[in-house]
Antibody
Framework: EVQLVEVGGGLGQPGGSLRLSCVAS????????MTWVRQAPGKGLEWVSS????????FYADSVKGRFTISRDNSKSTLYLQMNGLRAEDTATYYC?????????????WGQGTLVTVSS | AIQLTQSPSSLSASVGDRVTVTCRTS??????LAWYQQKPGKAPNLLMY???TLQSGVPLRFRGSGSGTEFTLTISSLQPEDFATYYC?????????FGGGTKVEIK
């Protein structure tokens, strides 16, 4: 059974940093693009970042480029999102998601989400 | 970035009704479109990928169609568990983009 479990959310200071992790199980992690998607309270879904199975290629939304870094450790089946320079508008529930196929960016499994609140 | 416009943004319907949600993209994406259902407090759930392929376990009353720039999600006979928000998503090109959502409410 595929499982994705996000950890690391919580309260962050404006300008501060947080690191999210997503621990995966039930599939060959290194074979799939992995993605972070966020949802601000009461708002729609916003794609944040994706990373290839090997970790060689990463893509970012303009809203987080230069501040957030996606990475993965395939030996630990874990996806990360390093969030620096936090802003109030980064407040959201962050989901990690697994691609349906090896090189696509549509998502068949999602984690339960972790809430990030940016406030002083 | 490819823009996705969903319509309507919300609708009220009764159990048994046929419901149609439309997603238009700002440029052609072939069939690289997915549909998700999201209930309050829960993660999105994949309904359809490649525009018209039903995800395993999703009821047959859900149907996706379209290609290019216009896509449709149809629920043939709305059930109580279908009241939720629906999102389209394109994955033809990065940045991946989502539609604004369609909230289906009980009439």
């Amino acid at each position: 059974e595929v499982q994705l479990v996000e950890v690391g959310g919580g309260l962050g200071q404006p300008g501060g940093s947080l690191r999210l992790s997503c621990v995966a199980s039930g599939f060959t992690f290194s074979n799939y693009v992995m993605t972070w998607v966020r949802q601000a309270p009461g708002k729609g879904l916003e794609w944040v970042s994706s990373i290839s199975g090997s970790g060689d290629s990463a893509f970012y939304a303009d809203s987080v480029k230069g501040r957030f870094t996606i990475s993965r450790d395939n030996s630990k089946s874990t996806l990360y999102l390093q969030m620096n320079g936090l802003r109030a508008e980064d407040t959201a529930t962050y989901y990690c998601a697994k691609a349906i196929f090896e090189a696509t960016a549509d998502f068949d499994y999602w984690g339960q989400g972790t809430l990030v609140t940016v406030s002083s | 970035a490819i823009q996705l416009t969903q319509s309507p943004s919300s609708l009220s319907a009764s159990v048994g009704d046929r419901v149609t949600v439309t997603c238009r993209t700002s440029q052609g994406i072939g069939s690289a479109l997915a549909w998700y259902q999201q209930k309050p407090g829960k993660a999105p759930n994949l309904l359809m990928y490649d525009a018209s392929t039903l995800q395993s376990g999703v009821p047959l009353r859900f149907r996706g169609s379209g290609s290019g720039t216009e896509f449709t999600l149809t629920i043939s006979s709305l059930q109580p568990e279908d009241f939720a928000t629906y999102y389209c998503q394109q994955f033809k090109h990065y940045p991946v983009t989502f539609g604004g959502g369609t909230k289906v409410e009980i009439k």
